[in-house]
């Protein structure tokens, strides 16, 4: 599956609204980890980095931000904003998430646990791992 928005199941209701993630179903992986980014001071951005071969969900659970995505040739910019909808990422894409509104919380699902080794920190690395 490439970089996409996915709409989630949406359950409304007077009593309050309610949206639901299952794995394999609305994301193409098992969920082996969660993790949130909240209380970002005004004007700092988060990740500029890339996985070898971990995959992520994202959802602005709250406030709102940008994902910007890098596939090594083009760079696009995804504005997250509803609880009801995600971003996609898989492995080998550049991400940066910036723009957070006050009090925005980004819910991240990952498809593998914490491995620094992982990561592809440096963008020349980034290229040379496309090839
Ligand atoms: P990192 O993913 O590097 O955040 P960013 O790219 O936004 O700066 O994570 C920051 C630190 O948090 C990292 O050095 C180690 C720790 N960390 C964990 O221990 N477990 C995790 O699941 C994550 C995402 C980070």
Redesign the pocket.
Same mark, same amino acid.
């Given at each position: 599956m490439k970089v996409q928005l996915v709409d989630l199941p949406k359950i409304l209701d007077l009593r309050g609204n309610l949206s639901f993630i299952e794995e394999m179903k609305h994301i193409p992986f098992e969920i082996k980890?969660a &993790?949130w980014?909240y209380d970002v001071p005004g004007g700092e951005?988060?990740?500029?980095?890339a996985f070898r071969k971990n995959e992520e969900f994202i959802v602005a659970l709250s406030g709102s931000f940008d994902v910007f995505l890098h596939d090594g040739n083009d760079e696009k910019k995804f504005s997250l904003n509803r609880s009801y909808y995600g971003l996609y990422i898989p492995k080998l894409t550049w991400r940066k998430?910036d723009n957070f509104s006050t009090n925005s919380l980004a819910l991240?699902l990952?498809s593998s646990? &914490?491995e620094?080794n992982d &990561?592809i920190?440096d963008f020349d690395q980034f290229l040379l791992a496309l090839k």
């Open positions: 980890r &993790y980014i951005f988060r990740g500029s980095h998430l991240i990952s646990v &914490y620094e &990561y920190r």
